[in-house]
C-alpha cells in the first residue's frame, strides 16, 4: 500500500511540475516525428500533445492567436510568405527536416512523355508554386525570366515548348486530381499521405540540397521557453535522425 502511494505521489509530482506543449502538425511525417520524441520529453517534463491539421493556414493562424504553442509543417519561404501577407511575427526555432517536392503522374512513366498542351496541377500558395515551377524548369519543361526567384509565378514562364497548362490548387488537395491532369507537383507529406512513393514515382524531384527546410515554429514570446528548447533538441537527437532515415528511405531527409 505504502509503494502504491508513493507512485501516485510521484505521479501527481511529475504531473504538477510538466510543463504542456501543443503543436500543430501535418499528419506525415511530421505528427509522426512529434510523436516519436513525445516519449524522451515526457521523461524530461514535457508533455507533448500534437494537433493533426492538413491545411497549411490555420496551424499558423492559430500559434499567432495563442491557441496552439507551435507548429510543425512548414519551410522557412512559406512562413516568411505567410507572415508578409497576415502581419503576423511567427518565428523559426529549429530546422529539422527537407521533403522533396516531386512530379507526379498517372497517365506517363517520363517527363520528356508529357504530351502538348498538357495540364499540370501546382500549389496555389506563392512559396510551394515558385518552388515547383523551379522543379519544372530545372527538369527542362519551362523556362523563367529567373531560375532562381523562389516567389516565381506562371506569369514569370518564358519559355514553355509543351504548351503546358497550369493549374493551381491548394497543396492538399492536389493529390485528390492526379488521375483527372496529366501531371501533378505534390510536397512529399501529402505524397505519402496519398501512398505514393516519393523514390520510385516522383519522374522529377528535388535533390537533398534544397533550400527548403522544414521548421519548427513558435511566437517570439515562447521561442526561447524550457519546453520549446527540450523540443528542439529531441528533434535534433540522432534518434530523431535515424527514425527519419529509416522510416521514409530517402522521401525525407534530415537537415541537421
Not at 522557412?76 to 527536416?97: C, I, M, R
Request: hydrophobic share 45%; net charge neutral.
Amino acid at each position: 500500500m505504502k509503494k502504491l502511494l508513493a507512485v501516485v505521489a510521484a505521479v501527481a509530482a511529475f504531473s504538477a511540475h510538466a510543463e504542456t506543449l501543443t503543436v500543430a502538425a501535418t499528419p506525415v511525417p511530421h505528427a509522426e516525428i512529434l510523436n516519436f520524441v513525445k516519449p524522451q520529453l515526457a521523461k524530461e517534463g514535457v508533455e507533448l500533445k500534437v494537433k493533426e491539421f492538413t491545411d497549411y493556414i490555420q496551424p499558423n493562424v492559430q500559434v499567432a492567436e495563442k491557441r496552439l504553442d507551435a507548429n510543425f509543417f512548414q519551410h522557412q519561404p512559406y512562413l516568411d510568405e505567410f507572415n508578409k501577407a497576415k502581419g503576423t511575427h511567427l518565428v523559426s526555432v529549429a530546422g529539422v527536416h527537407i521533403e522533396p517536392l516531386g512530379v507526379y503522374s498517372s497517365k506517363i512513366k517520363k517527363l520528356d512523355e508529357l504530351p502538348t498542351g498538357a495540364t499540370v496541377v501546382i500549389p496555389n500558395d506563392a512559396t510551394n508554386g515558385g518552388r515547383a515551377l523551379l522543379l519544372l524548369a530545372k527538369a527542362g519543361v519551362i523556362t523563367l525570366k529567373d531560375n532562381k526567384n523562389i516567389l516565381s509565378t506562371v506569369k514569370d514562364v518564358t519559355g514553355n515548348p509543351k504548351n503546358v497548362k497550369f493549374r493551381e490548387l491548394e497543396a492538399a488537395t492536389i493529390p485528390r486530381v492526379l488521375t483527372q491532369v496529366d501531371a501533378a507537383l505534390i510536397n512529399t507529406n501529402y505524397a505519402l499521405e496519398a501512398k505514393l512513393n516519393p523514390e520510385k514515382d516522383a519522374l522529377a524531384i528535388e535533390g537533398s540540397d534544397s533550400p527548403y527546410v522544414n521548421i519548427l515554429v513558435a511566437r517570439p514570446d515562447n521561442k526561447d521557453s524550457d519546453a520549446m528548447k527540450k523540443l528542439a533538441a529531441a528533434l535534433h537527437s540522432p534518434e530523431v535522425k535515424q527514425f527519419i532515415t529509416e522510416k521514409y528511405k530517402g522521401a525525407v531527409v534530415p537537415a541537421f
